[in-house]
């Protein structure tokens, strides 16, 4: 069982950064694939960014593309922490951001969007935008 616990939500303004951060339980979080996806009110849940590990190559990275070129995600593997950094938010970054975990092992060149592919999920951070 692996546990996921975001933090760093708040309330900015357009324009402002924030960055949010997720501490995972288990030992071998060196080897999850970890992603962060969003959920505005009335909305589904959507995919923000996933970042694989590193299996002994290059990390792998995918982002939607509302946010590319603006939040950049990452990993500590000595804390066992994912970040996600936002930057030039927008109102329409407003929504509870989710933290998840696919804790199989597996190395992906691009890691999956698709919620399916995660086992484990935070409790969620809120994250609101002002105009």
């Known amino acids: 069982q692996v546990q996921l616990v975001e933090s760093g939500g708040g309330l900015v303004q357009a324009g402002d950064s924030l960055r949010l951060s997720c501490a995972a ?12 996806y969003r959920q505005a009110p009335g909305k589904e849940r959507d995919f923000v960014a996933a970042i694989s590990w590193s299996g002994g190559g290059t990390t ?3 982002y939607a ?7 950049t995600i990452s990993r500590d593997n000595a ?5 996600l950094q936002m930057n030039n ?9 989710y933290c998840a975990a696919q804790a199989r092992g ?3 060149y691009i890691p999956p969007r698709t919620t399916a592919a995660y086992d484990y ?6 994250v609101t935008v002002s105009s």
């Open 65 to 71: 593309d509302s946010v590319k070129g603006r939040f």
């Open 106 to 108: 597996n190395y992906y």
């Open 25 to 36: 339980s288990g030992r071998t979080f060196s080897t999850y694939t970890m992603a962060w």
């Open 121 to 126: 999920w935070g409790q969620g951070t809120q």
């Open 79 to 83: 804390k066992n922490t994912v970040s």
């Open 60 to 62: 792998g990275l995918n």
């Open 89 to 97: 938010l927008k109102p329409e970054d407003t929504a509870v951001y």
